[in-house]
C-alpha cells in the first residue's frame, strides 16, 4: 500500500472509530439522524455511522441558494441510499433577520428538529470548526460560554467529530469512494467564517507554529468544563429564590462570575430566551453597583415592553403597556 493509502486508510479507521466512541459516550446506540449537506464532514460521518453499525437516517437540508441544489441533495441522499442509510430532502425558505448565514442556520436547524422523530441529529464539525467558532468568539468578545465553542453533545444535537480533522474527513471519502460535494458558500471570502478559515488560522499556524487548531479546540474542553462549573454553582444560587423575584441577599456576595451567570439564568427563566451581553450587565448592576437606577428593558412586544426593576431589595420582571 502507498503512502496516500495508508493515510486513506488511517483516515477511515479514525472516523469509524470516532463515531463509535462518541455513542459508547453519548447515546444508547438506538437509531439516529445525520445532517448531510454532501460535503466532504457530513458524508464521512453518515459512512462512518453506517460502519459503525448504527441504523442511521439521513436528513438533507436544500436551502435553495444556489442553481441545482436540489439535484445536491437528491445526489447526496442517494449516495448514502446505496451505503444502507435511509435518507429524506427537506426543502426550506431562508429568510428572516441576521443576514445569510444565521437565517440559513435557523432554517436548517428547524428542518432537521422537525424530520428527527425524538432521534438524536448527528452534525458533522469537525475539530477545524471548532477552532473556527472559538477564533470568533474571540474576536467577538463573546465570553467563556462562547469560547468553549461547540459542545460534543448537546441534546438532541450530537458531534462526533470534533477530535477529526477535516483533511482526515476528505481523505475518508476518497477511500470510501463518495463523491464529495464543495459549496462554493465555504469558499466565499464575503462570510466571515470563511476568512477565518482560508486566512486568518494560516497565518497563526505560519506565525505560532503548527497546532494551533488543536490548541483552540484543547481550549474549548477546558472552557467548557470551567463554564459547566459556574453554571452550576449560579445554578444553586437560583434554586434558593421564589417566584416572587430575584433577591439580591442571595447573589449580592456571589463573585461576578457566578452572579453574573444567575442574572442571565433568572431572566432566561422570566421568559427572555436570549438576554444580551448589555442587558446582564445592567440587571446585574442592580445589585452589585446599586444607586437608585430605574427600570432595565430586557425585552417586549408592540403592544408592551418587559423590564427588570429593584424593589425593597428584589429584582422583578414587569410588563409596562407602551
Known amino acids: ?21 462518541y455513542v459508547s459516550a453519548h447515546l444508547d446506540g438506538g437509531p439516529v439522524c445525520v445532517a448531510l449537506s454532501g460535503g466532504a464532514d457530513s458524508l464521512a460521518l453518515t459512512a462512518g455511522a453506517v460502519r459503525a453499525g448504527l441504523d442511521v437516517h439521513a436528513i438533507v ?37 441576521g443576514g445569510l448565514e444565521a437565517a440559513a442556520r435557523t432554517a436548517r436547524y428547524t428542518a432537521l428538529d422537525m424530520a428527527r422523530s425524538d432521534r438524536p441529529v448527528l452534525l458533522g464539525h469537525t475539530l477545524d470548526d471548532q477552532a473556527e467558532t472559538v477564533l470568533l468568539g474571540l474576536g467577538r468578545g463573546s465570553g467563556g460560554r462562547s ?38 458558500h465555504n469558499s466565499d471570502p464575503r462570510f466571515t467564517r470563511v476568512r477565518v478559515r482560508t486566512e486568518v488560522l494560516p497565518l497563526l499556524e505560519d506565525v505560532l507554529a503548527s497546532g494551533v487548531a488543536e490548541a483552540l479546540a484543547r481550549t474549548a474542553d477546558q472552557l467548557t468544563a470551567d463554564s459547566d462549573a459556574l453554571d452550576a454553582l449560579a445554578g444553586d444560587v437560583l434554586d434558593r429564590q421564589t417566584d416572587e423575584g430575584l433577591a439580591v441577599i442571595e447573589v449580592a456576595g456571589a463573585p461576578s462570575a457566578i452572579r453574573t451567570r444567575a442574572v442571565r439564568f ?46 425593597a431589595g428584589v429584582l422583578v420582571v414587569e410588563r409596562l403597556n407602551r
Do not use: F
Open 1 to 21: 500500500m502507498d503512502r496516500q493509502g495508508s493515510l486513506t486508510g488511517t483516515a477511515e479507521r479514525a472516523v469509524i472509530g470516532a463515531v463509535r466512541g
Open 61 to 97: 437540508v436544500d436551502h435553495g441558494l444556489q442553481d441545482g441544489s436540489d439535484v445536491v441533495a437528491e445526489t447526496a441522499a442517494a449516495t448514502v441510499r446505496r451505503l444502507g442509510a435511509t435518507a429524506e430532502v427537506r426543502r426550506v425558505t431562508v429568510d428572516g433577520a
Open 147 to 184: 469560547l468553549a465553542g461547540m459542545r460534543p453533545w448537546s441534546a438532541p444535537w450530537g458531534r462526533p467529530l470534533l477530535g477529526i480533522r477535516r483533511t482526515q474527513t476528505v481523505a475518508a471519502c476518497e477511500g470510501w469512494g463518495l463523491p464529495v460535494w464543495d459549496d462554493p
Open 266 to 311: 433568572w431572566l432566561q427563566r422570566r421568559g427572555i430566551e436570549a438576554p444580551s451581553h448589555r442587558q446582564v450587565t445592567a440587571v446585574d448592576a442592580l445589585v452589585s453597583d446599586w444607586h437608585g437606577q430605574g427600570p432595565i428593558a430586557v425585552g417586549g412586544d408592540d403592544e408592551a415592553r418587559l423590564v427588570v426593576t429593584r424593589r
